[in-house]
C-alpha cells in the first residue's frame, strides 16, 4: 500500500507524535505489534518505520497541535513574505518587503516564545532550531503540510524559496528573547490556570457525589422510618 493507510490506523500514527517525545519508540512499537496481530501486516511496516522526531521537531509538532490560532498566524505571514519578495524581485516596493519580513520574525519569535517550556531545561542551541524550523516552514510548501499535520520528523534551516531567493532565518534579537519570555509566561501562567482550574472541578465533583451519596442515605431512612410507621401501625 503506498498511499493513506485506512482511517483508523492512520489516527493512531497520528496519535504517536503527539505523546511526550519519550513514550514515542515504546509506543511505536507496541502499535505495530498489535498491527501486526490483528493481521495488518503492511500497516505494521509502515508504522516500525516512523521515525522518532529530533527534539526541536517534536516541539514544533507539539506547536502545531497545541497552539494553531499562532500557527495559523506564521503562515499567513509566510505568505505575505513570498508574495512581497516576488514583488520586490519584479521591482516592488522594499518597505513591504522590510514590512513583511518583520512581521513573519514577529511570529516566528512568540511560537519559539511558547516552545521554550515545551523543551524543559533551557537550551538556546534547540530553541534556535525550532526557530530556523519555523523560518523555513512558514515559506516552504511541503514543510508547511509537514508542520500543519503535527508530524515532523527532523528540523530544518531556512531553505530559501527556490528563483525567488530565502529570507535567512536571523539571529535572535533582544525584541526576540523579549517576545519570547512573555509568551513563555503567558504560557506558564495559562497552564497554572489551568491545573487550578482542574483541581477545582475535582473537588466539586467529590462535594456532588457526596451530596448525591448523602441524598440516597436520606431517602432509605425515610424509606424505613415510613416502613417502621406501618408496621406500627399495623400492630397496633
Do not use: C
Amino acid at each position: 500500500m503506498s498511499g493513506r493507510l485506512p482511517g483508523a490506523v492512520e489516527d493512531r500514527m497520528e496519535h504517536l507524535y503527539g505523546l511526550p517525545l519519550a513514550e514515542f519508540t515504546g509506543e511505536r512499537n507496541e502499535l505495530a505489534r498489535r498491527l501486526r496481530a490483528e493481521g495488518q501486516h503492511e500497516a505494521a511496516d509502515r508504522v516500525k518505520r516512523l521515525k522518532k522526531p529530533s527534539e526541536p521537531a517534536w516541539a514544533v509538532n507539539q506547536l502545531a497541535r497545541r497552539h494553531k490560532r499562532e500557527l495559523g498566524a506564521l503562515l499567513r505571514a509566510g505568505e505575505r513574505l513570498r508574495a512581497a519578495q516576488e514583488s520586490a524581485l519584479g521591482g516592488g516596493g522594499q518597505r513591504v518587503l522590510r514590512s513583511a519580513i518583520a512581521e513573519e520574525r514577529e511570529q516566528v519569535g512568540k511560537l519559539v516564545g511558547l516552545a521554550e517550556p515545551l523543551l524543559g531545561a533551557r537550551s538556546e542551541a534547540k530553541l534556535e532550531r525550532v526557530r530556523a524550523t519555523l523560518h523555513a516552514a512558514a515559506i516552504d510548501d511541503e514543510l508547511r503540510e509537514r508542520l500543519t499535520s503535527g508530524r515532523l520528523v527532523e528540523d530544518r534551516a531556512a531553505a530559501g524559496l527556490g528563483p525567488l531567493g530565502g529570507v535567512p532565518a536571523p539571529a535572535a534579537t533582544d525584541e526576540d528573547r523579549a517576545e519570547r519570555k512573555a509568551a513563555a509566561a503567558a504560557a506558564k501562567e495559562r497552564e497554572a490556570a489551568r491545573r487550578q482550574a482542574e483541581k477545582a472541578r475535582r473537588e466539586v465533583e467529590r462535594k456532588r457525589a457526596r451530596v448525591t451519596a448523602a441524598a440516597a442515605e436520606l431517602e432509605a431512612a425515610e424509606r424505613r422510618l415510613a416502613e417502621a410507621e406501618t408496621r406500627e401501625r399495623d400492630a397496633r
